[in-house]
């Protein structure tokens, strides 16, 4: 067959056409992938961000969240607590222990966290997007107890990314016995904030030297609104200083931890013999007048006998004479209160010897067992206002007199405090230097347990049964120490 140059013109063409399609095919694929990819481009552009926009999305967001943070969690299995909502949304995560008081205590706190933030944003506009964010920190310890930390951040969206606008830090140790928290007062001895404004001042000086803020020295006071943030761990006790307090805002919060080694006479060493339920009666022993070795001594052996404790507002003049008593009663764990150097009338007195009597007396403690009074009960029950400025310390009265001054009996006091139909909440006032009230003891202090009470000190009291961080200077006279 004679091929022409017709049929080769017309076969080249033929090529041409099919390369062209094949070419065009080419082209067509290439451009449709990529438009799909500048459409995935377009579409990650418009929905990413550090934003959410549904619940699945802000589950996603707050499971990352936790996550990026390699948290300390050494008690209890994490659950989360996550509510999303618009504008408001919250997601949590907290330790359940395995105890009941405990767990439900902690439930309380997350629950109470989001209320507090949906109150705190109630008028926020509907078109925001604001979330809450909290993770924890768990803690063994040297003693029965546990530290929980949580850290909390609010962040709000801006331009599809959550950008954060506050954050917090909360505290809380456990007991591990009863599950109910622990109190500083159960912890420490009562001038650990002495201790605390000493060594953080020292450690911030030389830790950030370049990065204080005005008035740093605030945070640093031996005040009473400072040092409440802590945690025991294994090692020691962490303290929290809230972002911008201490040093600049962009540091965050700080944390500092004091081993238990340089803790020793701040930290009291017992803390984990004794825990006390909120949810059972309660009733405090107090002790005028002493120490007398003698009597005192038997007091406290009965207290030790049954692990109870009592507190003993004592003179400053026989501290001076037996400071080996008082150093007993505080290695027992009992409250020390100051009943003035030599039991005057203090509302006789002019305001510098008023606080002569109070000064006095506290050196004496210091001397005999480490501390000052960490209560303060006026002669007499007499108090005044140079008192309340000098006392150092709350003023603690009582609600149930056992008149054992009087009667000399101890069949007598006993009779009394039977005769008291409920004595929750109530403070029974003796004196540590009869031989009849040591016997009475003897006989009331298991009896008491027998009837359900909790022995507690006035401050345990106080802070378990009230509901109210004692404070210095105030005065809880007759009347408080009656239940409504």
Avoid at 155 to 163: I, L, P, S
Wanted: hydrophobic content about 35%; aromatic content about 10%; some cysteine.
């Amino acid at each position: 067959m004679t091929v022409t140059n017709a049929d080769r013109r017309r076969a080249n063409r033929e090529a041409r056409l099919k390369r062209k399609k094949k070419i065009h095919k080419v082209l067509t694929g290439v451009l449709l992938a990529m438009c799909v990819v500048t459409a995935v481009i377009v579409v990650a552009a418009l929905f990413s961000g550090d934003a959410y926009n549904d619940e699945d999305s802000f589950k996603a967001y707050a499971s990352k969240y936790f996550k990026e943070v390699d948290e300390t969690k050494n008690v209890g299995q994490p659950q989360e607590l996550v509510k999303f909502g618009t504008p408001l949304s919250a997601a949590m995560e907290y330790p359940i222990t395995g105890q009941a008081s405990m767990d439900g205590y902690i439930q309380g706190i997350a629950e109470a966290l989001v209320n507090q933030f949906e109150t705190d944003h109630k008028g926020a506009e509907k078109e925001d997007t604001i979330a809450m964010l909290v993770d924890y920190d768990s803690y063994k310890t040297q003693r029965a107890a546990i530290g929980l930390v949580f850290s909390e951040e609010q962040r709000k969206a801006d331009k599809r990314q959550m950008t954060p606008i506050s954050s917090n830090i909360y505290t809380y140790n456990f007991s591990t016995d009863t599950g109910m928290p622990l109190t500083a007062i159960q912890i420490f001895n009562p001038d650990y904030k002495d201790f605390c404004s000493q060594y953080m001042t020292k450690y911030f000086k030389e830790k950030y030297p370049d990065q204080l803020v005005k008035r740093y020295q605030n945070a640093l006071s031996n005040a009473e609104e400072n040092f409440n943030k802590f945690v025991l761990t294994e090692k020691g006790v962490k303290f929290y200083f809230d972002a911008g307090t201490v040093v600049n805002k962009e540091e965050g919060p700080i944390a500092v931890e004091i081993t238990y080694q340089e803790l020793k006479g701040v930290i009291r060493d017992q803390i984990e013999i004794r825990a006390i339920d909120p949810s059972r009666p309660m009733v405090a022993l107090t002790f005028d007048d002493g120490p007398f070795p003698k009597t005192s001594n038997r007091i406290l052996d009965c207290l030790e006998e049954y692990g109870a404790v009592a507190t003993f507002f004592e003179l400053g003049q026989n501290v001076a004479a037996y400071p080996e008593v008082v150093k007993r009663e505080a290695e027992l764990g009992m409250e020390i209160g100051s009943h003035s150097w030599s039991h005057p009338d203090l509302k006789k007195l002019k305001p510098k010897q008023v606080r002569k009597q109070i000064d006095k007396t506290n050196n004496a403690l210091k001397k005999a067992c480490g501390q000052t009074a960490s209560v303060f009960r006026p002669p007499y029950g007499n108090n005044s206002k140079a008192v309340e400025k000098h006392a150092k310390a709350p003023i603690v009265l009582w609600s149930v007199d056992t008149l054992d001054w009087k009667s000399r009996k101890a069949k007598s006091v006993m009779k009394v405090v039977k005769g008291v139909k409920n004595l929750d909440g109530r403070v029974i006032l003796m004196h540590s230097i009869y031989d009849s009230t040591a016997k009475a003891v003897e006989q009331m202090v298991p009896w008491l347990l027998k009837e359900g009470y909790q022995l507690v000190t006035v401050s345990e009291l106080l802070q378990y049964r009230y509901n109210e961080t004692p404070k210095n200077g105030k005065f809880y006279g007759y009347d408080y120490f009656y239940l409504k």
